[in-house]
Every structure is written in C-alpha cells, then in structure tokens.
C-alpha cells in the first residue's frame, strides 16, 4: 500500500494511510508531504469465553475503531484497500465509501478464506462464512485489482467479480547494489552481527575490512574479497558440504512470533561452513543487501495457488536470481532455468544449491547467466506498471 500511497501522490493526489504500525515506514512515504499517516491499534476484544466469541468481539471493535477512522477524513474520492486482511475491512470500507461518495477499490493480494483454511481447514463455519463475505463484498465493489491473471480469471469464474491484473513491480529503489555502497552496508552490520566482520588475522594497514568487502581508507576504493562467501537471502538453511562449494553466508531477514524459536534451532546446530544471520533491516538497508546477494531463496506458498511472492519481485528488481518453492501460478514470475529455479522439496532444493554455487564465483555458471537475463529482460517497474493499470481507472472515474 505504501507504493499506491506514492503513486497516487505523484499524480497530485492527497493521500491518507491508515494500517497498523507495525514497522517504520519507508523514508519516502514518511517525507511526502501530500501523505498523511492515521494510525490504528491492533484492538484485542474480549480475552474470556468461548473462542469464537472472543473472534468476534475483537472484530466488531476494529469495525467500528476503522469506521469512526474513515468517517472522520475530509471527503475522499477513492477509498482503497489491500485484502487480505478484509474482515472487517471490507464491509466497513463499503459502507464508508456509500457514506460519503467515495469509490471503493479492492487490491487483491489473496483470499483471507483460503488463509484461514489452512489452520481451521475448509469446512469449517467460520472458513465458509468468510467466504460469502469476500464474495458478497468484492461484487458490490467500484473496481477490483489482483496480483495475477489466474486470480483475474478465478474471480470472474467463480464470483463474477471482473478485475484488472497489476503484477506487484519492484520500485526503483531495488537495482544492483555498487561495491561501494554494499561495503557501507557490511560495514555496519558488522558492527552488530559478527557474521559481517571479517577475521583479525586478515586486517592490514589502512584497509576497512569486512567478510565480503575491503576498503582502502586513503583512496576510498573498494573491492570485494578473494574467496568470499557466498552470500544467500532465505528464510531458511542448508548444510551440504563438497570440496568446490564456498563457504556460505545465510542471511534470513524480518521477523514474526517464531523468531526466537528458530533462532534457538539455528544455535544448536554445529554448522562447518555455513553461517546464519537473521538481521532486522531498515526499510531503506533492505534492498541494498537484496542488490549485494549472490541467490534468493523463497519458501512462499500460497494458500490460494493465486497470488505471487513479492520477496522475489524484489529480487529480481535487483537481479538476484532466486531458487523457488512450485505452486499453481508460480511460472507468471518465474521462469525456470532463465531467471531462476523451481523446486519441489528440500532434496531438490539441495541440488540446486550446490549445481548453482559449484566453482563459485564462476562468471560462466548457471548463477551468472540467470543475472545477466535478468539485467537483459528490463523489467518494467513499479511506477511505470501503475501508470498503465490503475491511473486510467482514476481519471475514467474523473471523467
């Protein structure tokens, strides 16, 4: 939401962003001066009861907390929102825009349903009754966006709701990160995490050191280190070893309730030549370290078969080929054995791993040409996509 929020702001619209704060957001949302940012508490309801009670307590009070938030604004022309989550906040976006004359825009990323699915399973009541809602909703909606053509299509199939494809783009802030630029980056981590730094036996007079990079503090100029790892964005690790692989460093970025539970596993294990690293970034550190990797590795799977991770998009905004878990519609993005791989399980995923790292760095290897393809395809990016899809459903409205 905060690329619409910027998008929309580039045209000459004010924009009002209401969401959680769970994370900062980007630097560039927060200096805009034509967007404002509302924010609203996670409300808990009840903590007594019943569970579904409890469930429902806690969705009537962010129904009203999120109603009394839109209702306040000055008048607005559009009211846009990203589900999931969608309930409550469709009906009550619905009834907000009906209320003050706003149009109503759905950008779907998903179905809560199909989420809800897989921990209550699908016939469950409160599974089909968050069904109908996303259903009932979505069809008395002014427009509709989703993240795939296959969601496009699943959406007038089945719920006869007819709505326009915006892949999710990266902006322009993920490209390929210069040495310079990546060694500022390390340079700081490693002032936290020791993964970063670079042996003591290794320091020299007058160079800035650290496990990737070094500096030369009088000329400024920087080079990357013979025999580095190789350096690897994933949400999880492997450990196979072979005489021609590098040694390898993990990194696993974000963070969620099992954070520390994963992070305890990970310090029980004796790796011998892997080490893993699970930073929390600033919103601006992301894509540089994204731009500095050598492989992406993403684990999403989709609850629905319909949506696209947006991790790899980012990657490959970068040009950071990536190693890819398969479901449904996966092939929209990735394309395999051109921008990256797709793997079935672990074992496949193993295999992959030490095909693409074999000699590495090998400027003739598989990992090079998948980042050369990348860097050929030009992409579209984020401003441009937007620009084509949802600006003429703006100005066909002012019109």
């Known amino acids: 939401m905060q690329y619409h929020a910027l998008s929309l702001s580039r045209h000459g619209y004010n924009v009002t962003l209401i969401g959680f704060l769970g994370t900062k957001p980007h630097q560039d949302v927060l200096e805009d001066d034509r967007i404002d940012i509302v924010p609203i508490s996670e409300l808990k309801g009840i903590r007594v009861g019943p569970k579904i009670f409890r469930y429902?307590?806690?969705?009537?009070?962010q129904a009203v907390q999120l109603l009394y938030v839109l209702l306040?604004?000055?008048?607005q022309a559009y009211i846009l929102m990203q589900n999931p989550p969608g309930l409550p906040g469709i009906a009550v976006a619905w009834l907000a825009s009906r209320?003050?004359?706003?149009?109503?825009?759905?950008?779907?990323?998903?179905?809560g349903y199909s989420i809800m699915a897989l921990t209550l399973g699908e016939k469950h009541l409160i599974v089909k009754v968050a069904k109908w809602y996303e259903k009932f909703f979505g069809r008395v909606s002014d427009y509709n966006l989703c993240v795939t053509n296959a969601m496009r299509h699943?959406?007038?199939k089945n719920w006869n709701i007819?709505?326009?494809?915006?892949?999710?783009?990266?902006?322009?802030?993920?490209?390929?990160?210069?040495?310079?630029?990546?060694?500022?980056?390390?340079?700081?981590?490693?002032?936290?995490?020791?993964?970063?730094?670079a042996c003591p036996e290794k320091s020299k007079q007058n160079?800035?050191?650290?496990?990737?990079?070094?500096?030369?503090?009088?000329?400024?100029?920087?080079?990357?280190?013979?025999?580095?790892?190789?350096?690897?964005?994933?949400?999880?690790?492997?450990t196979e070893e072979e005489r021609n692989l590098p040694s390898l460093l993990c990194v696993i970025t974000g963070k969620g309730p099992l954070k520390d539970h994963y992070k305890k596993i990970i310090d029980s294990k004796d790796f011998k030549h892997v080490q893993i690293c699970t930073p929390w970034l600033e919103a601006e550190d992301y894509p540089v370290l994204l731009g500095s990797a050598d492989l992406g590795v993403c684990l999403h799977t989709s609850s629905?078969?319909?949506?696209?991770?947006?991790?790899?998009?980012?990657?490959?905004?970068?040009?950071?080929?990536?190693?890819a878990i398969d479901f449904q519609c996966l092939d929209e993005l990735v394309k395999h054995e051109e921008n990256g791989l797709i793997f079935k399980d672990s074992s496949e995923l193993s295999l992959q791993l030490k095909m693409l790292f074999s000699d590495?760095?090998?400027?003739?290897g598989k990992l090079s040409l998948f980042r050369q393809n990348l860097r050929e395809n030009g992409q579209q990016r984020w401003d441009e996509n937007w620009d084509h899809n949802v600006l003429p459903l703006l100005k066909e409205h002012c019109d």
């Open 56 to 61: 429902a307590s806690k969705v009537v009070l």
């Open 72 to 75: 306040k604004m000055e008048d």
């Open 99 to 111: 209320l003050c004359g706003a149009q109503f825009v759905i950008d779907w990323h998903n179905y």
């Open 154 to 156: 699943d959406l007038q």
């Open 162 to 197: 007819r709505a326009t494809t915006l892949y999710d783009k990266p902006p322009s802030i993920f490209r390929e990160t210069p040495l310079k630029l990546q060694h500022e980056l390390f340079y700081r981590l490693a002032s936290v995490y020791p993964q970063f730094r």
């Open 207 to 238: 160079a800035e050191l650290t496990t990737f990079t070094e500096c030369n503090t009088k000329t400024g100029g920087v080079t990357a280190v013979a025999g580095r790892p190789a350096l690897l964005l994933s949400s999880t690790s492997w």
């Open 304 to 323: 629905s078969g319909l949506d696209l991770p947006m991790k790899v998009v980012d990657m490959f905004g970068c040009c950071l080929p990536v190693c």
């Open 360 to 364: 590495f760095p090998n400027e003739q």
